[in-house]
């Protein structure tokens, strides 16, 4: 597979700031940006030269900042410092054009062209007269140190050095933060829900599914600046994601020069990962670089019971007890380059390079026992399945400021990825003590995507508490997969082709546009939006002449009322519409074995769902931290639920089969309460809980349906035990659950870091213990008349990781930039 990405050479430049009797040449190239790259020329003989003196008289000025700067871009070439007697001197400039700045305090910096040519190296500056001015200095304004969690009126914001402080990778920092849970094979929930949108800097990830798990888990967590949850976007973000959004911000634009770090981690079991990070700019270039490796392999247990119930049933009962090794893992490359072209016009490209790997080696032992638990029957069933994935992404991004002061913008956007993932499944039957296999079969797919999106913004404000957003956006996706299965049931190394073969081709097209308009009205800001879509897809498979078109017209409305009681209250009340269209393995029909009495289906016929989310929010800011109490309500139209068929039959085999299919509606309402605490520099926390109540309605096309309670809580507490000493540990737990014709058992984990300073900022050892207690476990009890099954299992997450990081030159860091209001982030102009 071939794949070009963009990529640019940053040229570099040393500034040296110097008395006059001690120059350091600088190195600058013509025209006068900075240079220095490899095979570069020699530095060149042009200087300027002269005296700062006071303007009524003789006097010269010490210590005046002398600053030259390319003409073409402003760009810093050089800079000294004058002597006590006035006097300064800048060597080693190339031919071009330059601007001379003289500043010094109590008088008024003057500014002054020049060129170095052939035929006059020297600058003809000698003597600058300065004039004196009055000086008021202002008052120093001093903050305290930038709180863990910032909360924003549609968004709260947790810094990710301090809520995970010797997180390894993207994953670790997720499941950090409150509300948020990551399980064992990387899937990301919020409030329990695992339809959750996952962006990067603000845009949505193109991959899902176990692809986005790889990639998350090999992106550096010493590049991860915050993450931001948006409960209730606005119709200015793609409406995916009925949970909400998690936005990963970056450590994209960093300080002049070059900086970057290493981070190295392991545990036992072959568990490890290790990343590297590179930013370098220089004038109107800036480069930011990750890599990142990963190793996940874990020992996994666990029990498949299944009980059959009535009459004339020969084996009854069945007992299942599996031990296997999974393996996860991946490498991902990630660079952005951007060029300012001007103060106004920017131009930024991004190419990710992504590879994951999984493994799954298990036996099944399997009892067959009739109704008094006489056992008839024990064998081995095997599984061995191996899965890659390749996936790569590349955009290219313009961006005009109009006015930077009025937030005047418009911005537009073209990104292509393409991913193409391969399956190989082996399963077959060995009675026990004995090398026969029997029921050999190989289940083989091999899938491309590919998606195209172009996106145009649009920012105006109008005044201080008046703004629009609007912009238009076209998604195109296209999936390609095979899916071969082979048979050998006698285990006679004759293999023969199953009718299950198949293939299927799967288009989806999304056009969409939407307004935002922002307005303050004393102390209430108000908001409200709109977006437009229209999507097409269309299903198809090969082995049956059949087309599965489906086309829809979609409105959001999204609506934010704040009320700004006083500085340290907020109110709010936020509305939202958002979607869920069905992805393509639940749509796809190919059976997927997870074992011999265990299929997953997929539904071809599936509506999307739409969900009406209000949510209500009271924020209150004190010199201890912030509380903020969100009670929601939340109703689901054409909910997609799991539909579990205990009375299936596939390939001959009587199975349980796991689907999906539409019911009527969902409702579910509840509150979070979440909580920041911080006593000086010795230790600062957080702590979430959240409860909600759902009820399912099957409607009258289904019996299916639900009506559960439960609750999730995460606490969080950084210790820092020294100035160079930092304790962190974190504990979740989620109640039982019901859901339709099942029941998931309680779920909790907890983590311990210890964390030791070497050498300043620059490095760290960290020792982890994920899951101390082992405590990591899942179990779900579903059936119905006819069979009760028991699923548990162990991942085997439990161990001790030691990590080592190390950082050099400037640690990368995001530029702090204007925010809209005190709160900042939610489109709202700032008052007066």
Do not use: C
Not at 13 to 39: E, I, Y
Not at 702 to 707: K, N, P, R, W, Y
Not at 778 to 787: K, P, V, Y
């Amino acid at each position: 597979m071939r794949r070009t990405a963009p990529l640019a050479l940053a040229l570099l430049a040393t500034v040296h700031v110097a008395s006059a009797q001690q120059p350091s040449p600088p190195t600058a190239r013509p025209g006068g940006a900075p240079g220095g790259a490899p095979g570069a020329m020699p530095a060149a003989n042009g200087e300027v030269r002269g005296t700062v003196l006071e303007g009524e008289g003789s006097t010269p000025i010490a210590r005046a900042s002398i600053t030259v700067r390319a003409r073409r871009d402003s760009s810093l070439v050089a800079g000294a410092i004058t002597t006590p007697q006035g006097a300064f001197r800048v060597q080693g400039l190339r031919n071009g054009a330059y601007l001379l700045r003289i500043a010094a305090l109590g008088y008024a910096p003057r500014v002054m062209p020049f060129a170095i040519t052939e035929a006059a190296p020297r600058a003809p500056i000698d003597t600058v007269k300065l004039t004196r001015v009055a000086v008021s200095l202002t008052a120093v304004n001093v903050t305290e140190e930038r709180a863990a969690v910032a909360v924003e009126p549609d968004r709260t914001a947790y810094r990710a050095k301090d809520v995970a402080p010797a997180a390894t990778n993207a994953s670790d920092v997720l499941d950090a933060v409150p509300s948020v849970q990551v399980d064992a094979d990387g899937k990301v929930s919020y409030r329990g829900n695992e339809n959750v949108a996952i962006q990067i800097n603000g845009r949505p990830s193109p991959i899902r599914g176990a692809q986005l798990a790889s990639y998350l888990k090999t992106l550096p967590a010493n590049v991860i600046e915050k993450v931001e949850v948006i409960p209730n976007p606005s119709a200015k973000y793609d409406p995916e994601g009925m949970a909400g959004i998690l936005n990963i911000v970056l450590k994209q634009n960093v300080d002049l020069g070059l900086s970057g770090g290493v981070n190295v981690g392991a545990a036992s079991e072959d568990r490890y990962n290790a990343s590297a990070n590179l930013g370098y700019q220089s004038g109107p270039w800036t480069t930011f670089t990750t890599i990142g490796v990963n190793a996940d392999d874990r020992t996994v247990t666990g029990v498949n019971d299944r009980v059959r119930h009535g009459a004339n049933i020969a084996a009854p009962i069945t007992n299942q007890d599996l031990r296997g090794l999974n393996g996860n893992g991946g490498q991902n490359f990630t660079t952005t380059v951007d060029y300012k072209f001007n103060k106004r016009d920017v131009l930024s490209t991004a190419g990710t390079l992504s590879h994951r790997r999984s493994t799954d080696a298990t036996t099944s032992t399997y009892e067959e026992l009739n109704s008094t638990q006489a056992l008839l029957d024990s064998y081995d069933r095997l599984r061995d399945s191996r899965s890659t994935g390749l996936y790569t992404d590349l955009s290219s991004a313009f961006k005009r400021t109009f006015d930077p002061k009025k937030k005047h913008e418009l911005s537009a956007e073209v990104r292509y990825n393409r991913s193409h993932d391969e399956d190989d499944t082996g399963l077959w039957r060995q009675p026990l003590a004995q090398a026969t296999r029997t029921e050999n079969e190989i289940d083989e797919t091999d899938a491309v995507q590919q998606q195209l999106v172009a996106q145009v913004d649009y920012t105006k404000t109008f005044d201080k508490r008046r703004k629009l957003e609007t912009g238009a956006k076209s998604d195109s996706r296209w999936l390609d997969r095979d899916y071969g299965v082979r048979k050998d049931a006698l285990g006679s190394g004759t293999w023969v082709r199953s009718d299950l073969s198949n293939a299927l081709a799967f288009d989806e097209k999304v056009q969409a546009a939407y307004g935002v308009f922002s307005q303050g009205a004393g102390k209430f800001d108000l908001q409200a939006g709109l977006r437009a879509e229209y999507a097409a897809r269309d299903f198809s498979l090969a082995a049956q002449p059949e087309h599965y078109p489906y086309h829809y017209t979609s409105l959001f409305p999204s609506g934010v009322v704040m009320y700004n009681a006083s500085s340290a209250t907020q109110l709010k009340a936020s509305y939202s519409r958002r979607i869920r269209r069905p992805g393509t393995q639940e749509l796809n029909p190919f059976p997927t074995f997870f074992d011999v009495q265990n299929v997953f289906i997929g539904n071809p016929k599936l509506n999307p769902e739409y969900t009406d989310a209000y949510e209500f929010g009271v924020t209150r800011n004190g010199k201890l931290g912030t509380l903020q109490l969100a009670p929601f309500y939340r109703r689901t139209t054409n909910v997609i639920r799991v539909d579990i068929d205990t009375d299936a039959e596939v390939d001959g085999r009587d199975v349980t089969t796991v689907s999906f299919k539409n019911l009527a509606t969902s409702s579910s309402w509840g509150t979070d309460l979440n909580g920041s605490l911080r006593l000086g520099r010795k230790f600062n926390g957080f702590a979430g809980f959240n409860v909600f109540k759902m009820v399912t309605d099957g409607g009258s096309q289904s019996s299916l349906g639900s009506d559960a309670v439960t609750w999730m809580s995460r606490v969080n507490g950084t210790f820092n035990l020294t100035s160079k000493t930092t304790l962190q540990g974190s504990y979740m737990y989620r109640a039982p659950m019901k859901i339709e014709r099942g029941r998931f058992a309680a779920m909790q984990m907890a983590n311990v870091v210890l964390r030791q300073k070497i050498d300043g900022e620059k490095a760290s050892v960290a020792i982890r213990v994920v899951d101390p207690f082992n405590t990591n476990k899942f179990r779900i009890q579903a059936g119905d008349d006819n069979l009760t099954q028991i699923t548990a299992r162990r991942p085997g997450v439990r161990g001790v990781f030691v990590s080592y990081q190390y950082n050099f030159g400037r640690p990368p860091r995001v530029r702090e930039r204007p925010q809209d209001n005190q709160q900042g982030g939610a489109g709202f102009p700032s008052g007066s």
